[in-house]
């Protein structure tokens, strides 16, 4: 495994990623939040607050890096503090066309969510809800990408984000050493394309990009 690049400063971000001097001041405000919103909502490990353009804004723009051209309408599960959802969005704010949401059940946590989005100027639509539930599902509809970071094992994301699938979606799941593993458990159940991406801030992980989703027939079924 190819050592991972450190991409610690605003600076060395802007040269690894290839955006603008205001996307680099959007991502800059994002940091100053979440350090004074950290102090009262527990958003990200406490040992990571002094690495967040490393550990957050680099572990979620290496996502971005990976789209297609016809990925319009983006939907992150548990965004959490919002990687990598909201870095996304952040960065796609670039170019225009897209459309992001959000899905947060905690709703200190989808606060902080609005609030650095009302304040870095980026349109995102905060889901404060379950993913699983069916009003989630209507509200966000299919979309073209779905992202997820450390929300669960790769047998019970693909039960999680299934519903927000089309024919053409393809998922973005950042994942840790035991990638390899979680695939052969989740293709069990299911069908897929699957691609590993070495992640460009962890030796040990990587990105998943996987498409053509499909739930396999149960015995059941196809005895039946």
């Excluded at 050592?3 to 290839?18: S, W």
């Excluded at 919103?37 to 967040?52: C, E, G, M, Y």
């Excluded at 957050?56 to 990598?84: I, K, M, N, T």
């Excluded at 394309?193 to 992640?199: G, I, Q, R, T, Y």
């Amino acid at each position: 495994m190819i050592a991972a690049a450190v991409i610690d400063t605003p600076e060395r971000f802007q040269a690894a990623f290839g955006v603008s001097r205001e996307t680099v001041e959007k991502l800059a405000t994002y940091e100053a939040m979440l350090k004074r919103w950290q102090k009262t909502i527990n958003l990200v490990a406490p040992s990571t607050l002094d690495h967040v353009w490393h550990r957050h804004f680099a572990d979620s723009a290496q996502l971005w890096r990976l789209r297609s051209p016809e990925a319009r309408s983006w939907v992150d599960l548990g965004a959490g503090a919002g990687f990598p959802g909201l870095v996304i969005a952040i960065l796609a704010s670039e170019e225009g066309g897209t459309r992001h949401a959000l899905v947060e059940s905690d709703s200190r946590k989808a606060a902080f969510l609005r609030e650095v989005a009302r304040t870095a100027g980026v349109v995102v639509d905060i889901v404060c809800t379950r993913i699983e539930i069916p009003e989630t599902r209507v509200k966000v509809g299919e979309v073209n990408c779905v992202t997820a970071r450390a929300l669960a094992p790769l047998p019970r994301l693909l039960e999680l984000a299934y519903p927000y699938f089309g024919a053409a979606t393809v998922g973005l799941f950042s994942k840790g050493r035991e990638a390899a593993a979680e695939i052969e458990q989740a293709r069990q159940g299911w069908a897929f394309e699957a691609d590993l991406n070495p992640s460009v801030t962890d030796p040990h992980g990587c990105v998943l990009l996987l498409k053509s989703l499909k739930r396999k027939a149960s015995k059941v079924e196809t005895e039946g």
